[in-house]
């Protein structure tokens, strides 16, 4: 688990910014994003939709909240929600690999999390966010976090760090 994995300014237009320079990078290269949010319940898509002109590189969302619409919709399998529990690496890789299957785009981005103020574990304190981020079934990168701050903080670290991670993805 990674401690310390705050961003710097993950104020709303901070978000804005980095949603339009994924954007570029997409556009730049002929791909599409298609992302898989669970704690973030929407933000990455408001943030990426705020583009102007952003259906040309912005695939589609998935809002999958309980564990049920994660297997529905993304194929997570219910084995590794049970043995994992959906705020893990492994339910985010799934995340991630169900969103781009389910959709045409080449790039997808995973994010399952607590935000709190509840529901949080000594395991799993409150602040655990679990991300994944996945180019053209090549290249499947995971990671967790652990953010501090309120339930609002949480989620707009969270989406920062999605942006974020795109841009490195798509850099390598």
Partial sequence: MSIGCVQPDDNE???IRLAAKVGESLQQRGLLLVSAESC???WL???VTAIAGSSAWYERGFITYSNLSKNELLNVSLDTLREYGAVSE???RDMAIGARKNSRAHVSVAITGIAGPDGGSKAKPVGTVCFAWLLNND????????????RESIRRQSV????NGILDLLSK
């Fill in 45 to 47: 898509g408001q943030a």
């Fill in 13 to 15: 237009h901070v978000i």
């Fill in 139 to 150: 290249v499947l990168i995971s990671k967790t976090c652990v953010f501090k701050g309120d």
């Fill in 160 to 163: 920062t760090k999605a942006l």
């Fill in 40 to 42: 973030t319940g929407g």
């Fill in 90 to 92: 492994e339910t985010a």
